[in-house]
């Protein structure tokens, strides 16, 4: 066998530049935690993730005794039921307390969403749950096999999902609770409604062929939003029972009933939360009788103290303001399966507490940073138990909790603030993936702001991401136009999730004698609706007269065409992407329709302004703005540089013609798959034999014009894409009655989706990943240097789509000392300047990562940037690795 | 009994945790010391019965499980 280097000009890295020769160099800065954090973070390295029972069984019993109940009142019967059973535990050292479950990195199943997948393991009555599409992506992805994942069982531990360890004595109990949810989760009931969408036959192949990656209505049916932290923060738990009852005598009886079960639902949850912060504040009492040492018993008197406080009031001070949001964070992520649930613009809606603290003496920097260096912990600690497929072939492990910094205030102002350098601070000294980071990047941010960011960035962990503020506010203001946004609203947007650009509103914060305007996220979940297509799949499609090539499946209908001209290709495959939006949209509308009747949002629907003023939840149009179903996208690039050596080589200079094409995918250009070698890197890959068979037609296909070089006859058909895309969505309505909108990440879809294509038109071979983001470019591809980069990913407007995205990797030593920070910074204000969305960087050596995956062991801390996230190395599936190895390493800028 | 049994027990993950008494690191499975205390769990409850080796009945109505932890059951009762 011959190993050969595809695209390459040096063996196993790709560099724009000249190769390093040096030894691997080291990250430019190093910085620890406290010795306390640094203790919290040793015991979690050494943390499994691990799923338990408690919180299902008793919302499960709970629900089970209220059969015809109101659904919204029995949901939070339920909720309240879970809340109070939860276990609490506080881990030595803790300074803010509470999580999911009992375990350091514990989340349990929700069955109520879905329980096929649990059952379809465990129970042969349910085995054939298997041959549903929907489980196909768990098939093509890699879990990573280090650092916290269970993926193997072991003595008393069963291995759930390649991730969770559960403890064999609740398997059990798993099954039981799980058949209880049968014909009756949001899943099996959307399923049942599902088929009666004309084309549902198509989705189902769909899913099948990994065309769509998955249904968002019961795998992760929250997230990649906002958190708003006012309510609590101005009327604590105990005013906003009091908002509730005083609503509902005013609503009992009259029209619109449903505010009453609203209302009732709210009141109801929250005596739950109560209980849960109150037996944290008992376990504290414990810990401080057991305790011996002074410090350390005072500690857990003041967190009792302090949950006992804000289990009813609204906080004095910075610390009780940290514990109640961070309290109120966790109460979210408890009552459904979420990834992406974004704390948005934290520092600035803390900073009354934390001004007021510092001016009076209360607090220090040094003790905030320590503050602020947990609570990254506690982002860290997140786990969200989904199936193998969404878990490792989309989120990678990763949880998405992104803090966002910078901006404007409500009048138009420099937003960035002090606390929120802290915040940087500590994300260098206590370097996790929680929570991520992204700079809104403003004209009127301040240099030593930015310059802080640049540091930050310089660590190697991939944040901050770096956004264009002005960009986003003009998605906001197009997007949600129709239900009233405005400039100044527009201005308080933030991520959700990974790069989720999302509406915020103003809400006017009580506190010390003032009224501070404070930011928080005011609509629900993006990033639900249609879940990431694989556009170079459907082009395979195109192709191949709607087979599925690989399974041999009829995903869509045969179009019969010769494909005689590119315009005819092009044309097909927008009848098929249009296709494939049409069934999903109706299909994933169904899904969430039943999710907001079955498992209604209460706890995010009560903080989600207006919510609470108009009593609807957000499943009912309850927040102020709900334009939130989009259309995701993953392999934009690939198809962009296919459809180019289409043009090119079949149609305009015919080098060589379509059936020959064809036979040369269906050979993979006389190449093993990638799955035949087992290696996913886009660098090295196997030729079959010492045949040339194909190496002609494969080099013109290799050599045919590629995006991110400024050449202007692929980034022509780049922005053909863009704009038809951003147009179709428009032609779609979400369940809210709203049109969709482009989205445009790939989280991790571009490895699990990359797997089961067959080679592209472009020259990428079989099975390995597609192009990261959505204007990275195709590692490798990309030889003119990084501005002919921003040339290219610039060539349409991005604010016609929530996002864009762009990874780039660095050498160290390029931005090395204060002068590389200043040529950094210049580098990425020319490409916003642009008027790019968003770029984010690795700032590593690529021998590095190249050692951390033959020697993971020694490399237990190293972080790395892949799609909108951080995420542990190790953590990582072997394919995403391969494809961070492999992307193009900047020796120079 | 197991660290596992013990309500001394604080559980790091399903394989581990620590002792609320000592601090000291614990494996879930290993035998416990001369402090150990029954945690409040199912299977210790009055109002549970064993239907078999591992599920059983809460109030003779509900399913349970018999190493369920109870410390938050305000129904918990010592058998």
């Known amino acids: 066998m011959t190993t050969v280097n595809n695209f390459l000009t040096c063996k196993a890295t790709n560099y724009y530049g000249k190769a390093p020769k040096d030894n691997v160099l080291a990250r430019e800065i190093d910085k620890k935690p406290t010795p306390r954090v640094e203790k919290i973070r040793e015991r979690y390295f050494d943390a499994k993730s691990s ?185 604590g738990i105990n005013g906003i029972i009091d908002i509730c009852k005083s609503k509902l005598s005013d609503s009992a009886g009259f029209p619109e009933m449903d505010r009453i079960y609203f209302f009732k639902a709210v009141e109801t949850t929250l ?12 376990e504290a009492h414990l810990l401080a009788d057991l305790e011996k040492e002074e410090k350390q018993k005072a500690e857990y008197l003041e967190i009792a103290e302090r949950l006992e406080w804000i289990s009813e009031n609204s906080p004095r001070d910075f610390r009780d303001a940290l514990q109640l949001v961070w309290t109120f964070h966790v109460a979210v992520l408890n009552e459904d399966a979420i990834s992406g649930l974004s704390p948005g613009r934290l520092g600035q809606v803390l900073y009354p507490y934390w001004k007021k603290d510092m001016d009076e003496g209360k607090i220090d920097e040094k003790q905030t940073l320590e503050l602020l260096e947990a609570m990254r912990m506690k982002f860290t600690e997140i786990d969200v138990f989904a199936s193998m497929g969404v878990v490792g072939g989309v989120l990678s492990g990763n949880t998405f909790n992104n803090l966002s910094i910078a901006g404007l205030d409500k009048d138009g102002n420099n937003a960035a603030n002090d606390l929120e350098m802290l915040i940087m601070e500590s994300a260098m000294t206590c370097d996790t993936p929680q929570p991520t980071l992204t700079m809104l990047y403003d004209e009127v941010t301040p240099e030593e702001f930015l310059l802080k960011g640049i540091e930050t960035t310089k660590i190697g962990t991939g944040y901050p991401a770096w956004v264009n503020n002005r960009v986003a506010m003009e998605f906001v203001m197009q997007n949600f136009k129709k239900e009233g946004m405005d400039l100044e609203e527009a201005r308080a ?54 087979l599925d090539r690989r399974t041999g499946i009829r995903v869509y209908p045969a179009h019969g065409k010769k494909l005689e001209t590119y315009e005819e290709v092009w044309d097909t495959f927008k009848e098929y992407f249009s296709l494939t939006v049409e069934v999903l949209t109706l299909t994933n509308n169904i899904q969430h329709d039943l999710w907001g009747k079955i498992s209604p949002s ?55 013609t379509l059936d020959t094409l064809r036979d040369a995918i269906d050979d993979n250009f006389g190449f093993f798959t990638a799955q035949e070698t087992g290696s996913y890197s886009l660098i090295e890959q196997v030729k079959k034999d010492k045949s040339d068979k194909w190496l002609k037609i494969h080099s013109q296909c290799i050599d045919a014009p590629k995006y991110g070089n400024d050449d202007k006859f692929v980034d022509d058909i780049f922005r053909d894409w863009q704009i038809w895309f951003s147009e179709m969505c428009e032609g779609y309505k979400s369940l809210y009655d709203e049109p969709l909108y482009p989205c445009q990440i790939s989280v991790s879809t571009h490895a699990p989706m990359g797997a089961v294509t067959l080679a592209t038109p472009d020259g990428r071979l079989s099975g390995t990943t597609f192009s990261d983001g959505s204007v990275s470019a195709y590692p490798g591809t990309d030889k003119n240097g990084p501005y002919a980069l921003f040339n290219s990913a610039t060539c349409y407007n991005h604010s016609l789509s929530q996002n864009s995205q762009l990874n780039m990797k660095i050498h160290p030593s390029v931005v090395k000392g204060r002068d590389g920070s200043k040529k950094f910074l210049e580098m990425i204000r020319a490409y916003l300047r642009k008027g790019a969305f968003h ?34 190395w190790v953590e990582l599936g072997k394919q995403i690795q391969d494809e961070v190895i492999a992307r193009t390493e900047y020796e120079e800028i | 009994m197991r660290h596992y049994d013990c309500k001394y027990y604080l559980a790091i993950d399903a394989f581990k945790g620590i002792c609320k008494r000592d601090k000291s690191d614990i494996l879930a499975d290993d035998a416990s010391c001369e402090y150990f205390e029954k945690a409040e769990k199912c299977i210790h409850c009055a109002h549970f019965k064993l239907v078999s080796d591992e599920m059983g009945t809460c109030m003779d109505k509900h399913e349970a499980y018999p190493q369920m932890n109870a410390n938050t059951c305000s129904d918990f009762t010592w058998n």
């Open chain 1, 51 to 235: 799923a338990s029972m408690q919180f299902p069984y008793w919302y499960t019993r709970r629900w089970n005794e209220l059969e015809g109940e109101v659904a919204m009142v029995r949901r939070a019967e339920a909720l309240k039921s879970g809340f109070e059973h939860l276990s609490p535990a506080i881990f030595p050292g803790e300074l803010l307390v509470m999580q999911k479950a009992e375990y350091l990195r514990g989340s349990y199943p929700m069955p109520w969403l879905s329980e096929s997948f649990f059952l379809a393991k465990e129970d042969e009555i349910y085995k054939e749950a298997l041959e549903a599409g929907k489980v196909s992506s768990d098939e093509v992805t890699t879990m990573g096999q280090g650092g916290g994942n269970v993926t193997k069982s072991a003595g008393n531990i069963v291995s759930i999902a390649g991730k969770f360890g559960m403890r064999k004595e609740e398997i059990p109990a798993l099954i039981a609770t799980s058949k209880r949810w049968h014909n009756k989760s949001v899943d099996d009931v959307g399923h049942k409604y599902e088929q009666m969408v004309p084309g549902y036959d198509t989705k189902e192949e769909i899913m099948r062929a990994v065309i769509c990656m998955f249904d968002s209505g019961y795998t992760l049916p929250q997230g990649r939003e906002v958190m708003n932290y006012y309510y609590p923060l101005q009327y």
């Open chain 1, 271 to 282: 005596y739950g939360i109560q209980t849960w912060i109150k037996n944290y504040a008992k």
């Open chain 1, 493 to 546: 947007w933030a991520i959700g999730g990974c790069l989720e650009t999302s509406a915020g509103s103003w809400m006017p914060l009580e506190f010390n004698g003032e009224t501070h305007y404070i930011p928080g996220g005011s609509a629900p979940a993006t990033s639900v609706g249609v879940h990431f297509i694989s556009v170079p799949k459907i082009l395979e499609a195109v192709l191949f007269d709607g």
């Open chain 1, 602 to 656: 209460i706890v995010n629907s009560m903080l989600k302004p207006d919510c609470l003023e108009t009593g609807k939840d957000i499943s009912r149009k309850g927040s102020r703005y709900n334009r939130t179903f989009n259309v995701e996208v993953s392999g934009g690039v690939n198809l962009a540089n296919s459809l180019a050596s289409l043009k090119k080589n079949v149609y305009e200079e015919k080098n060589f």
């Open chain 1, 839 to 872: 770029a984010q960087f690795n700032i590593v050596d690529s021998r590095m990562l190249k050692e951390a995956q033959e020697e993971p062991d020694n490399y237990r801390g190293l972080m790395v940037r892949v799609a909108g996230f951080t995420q542990y």
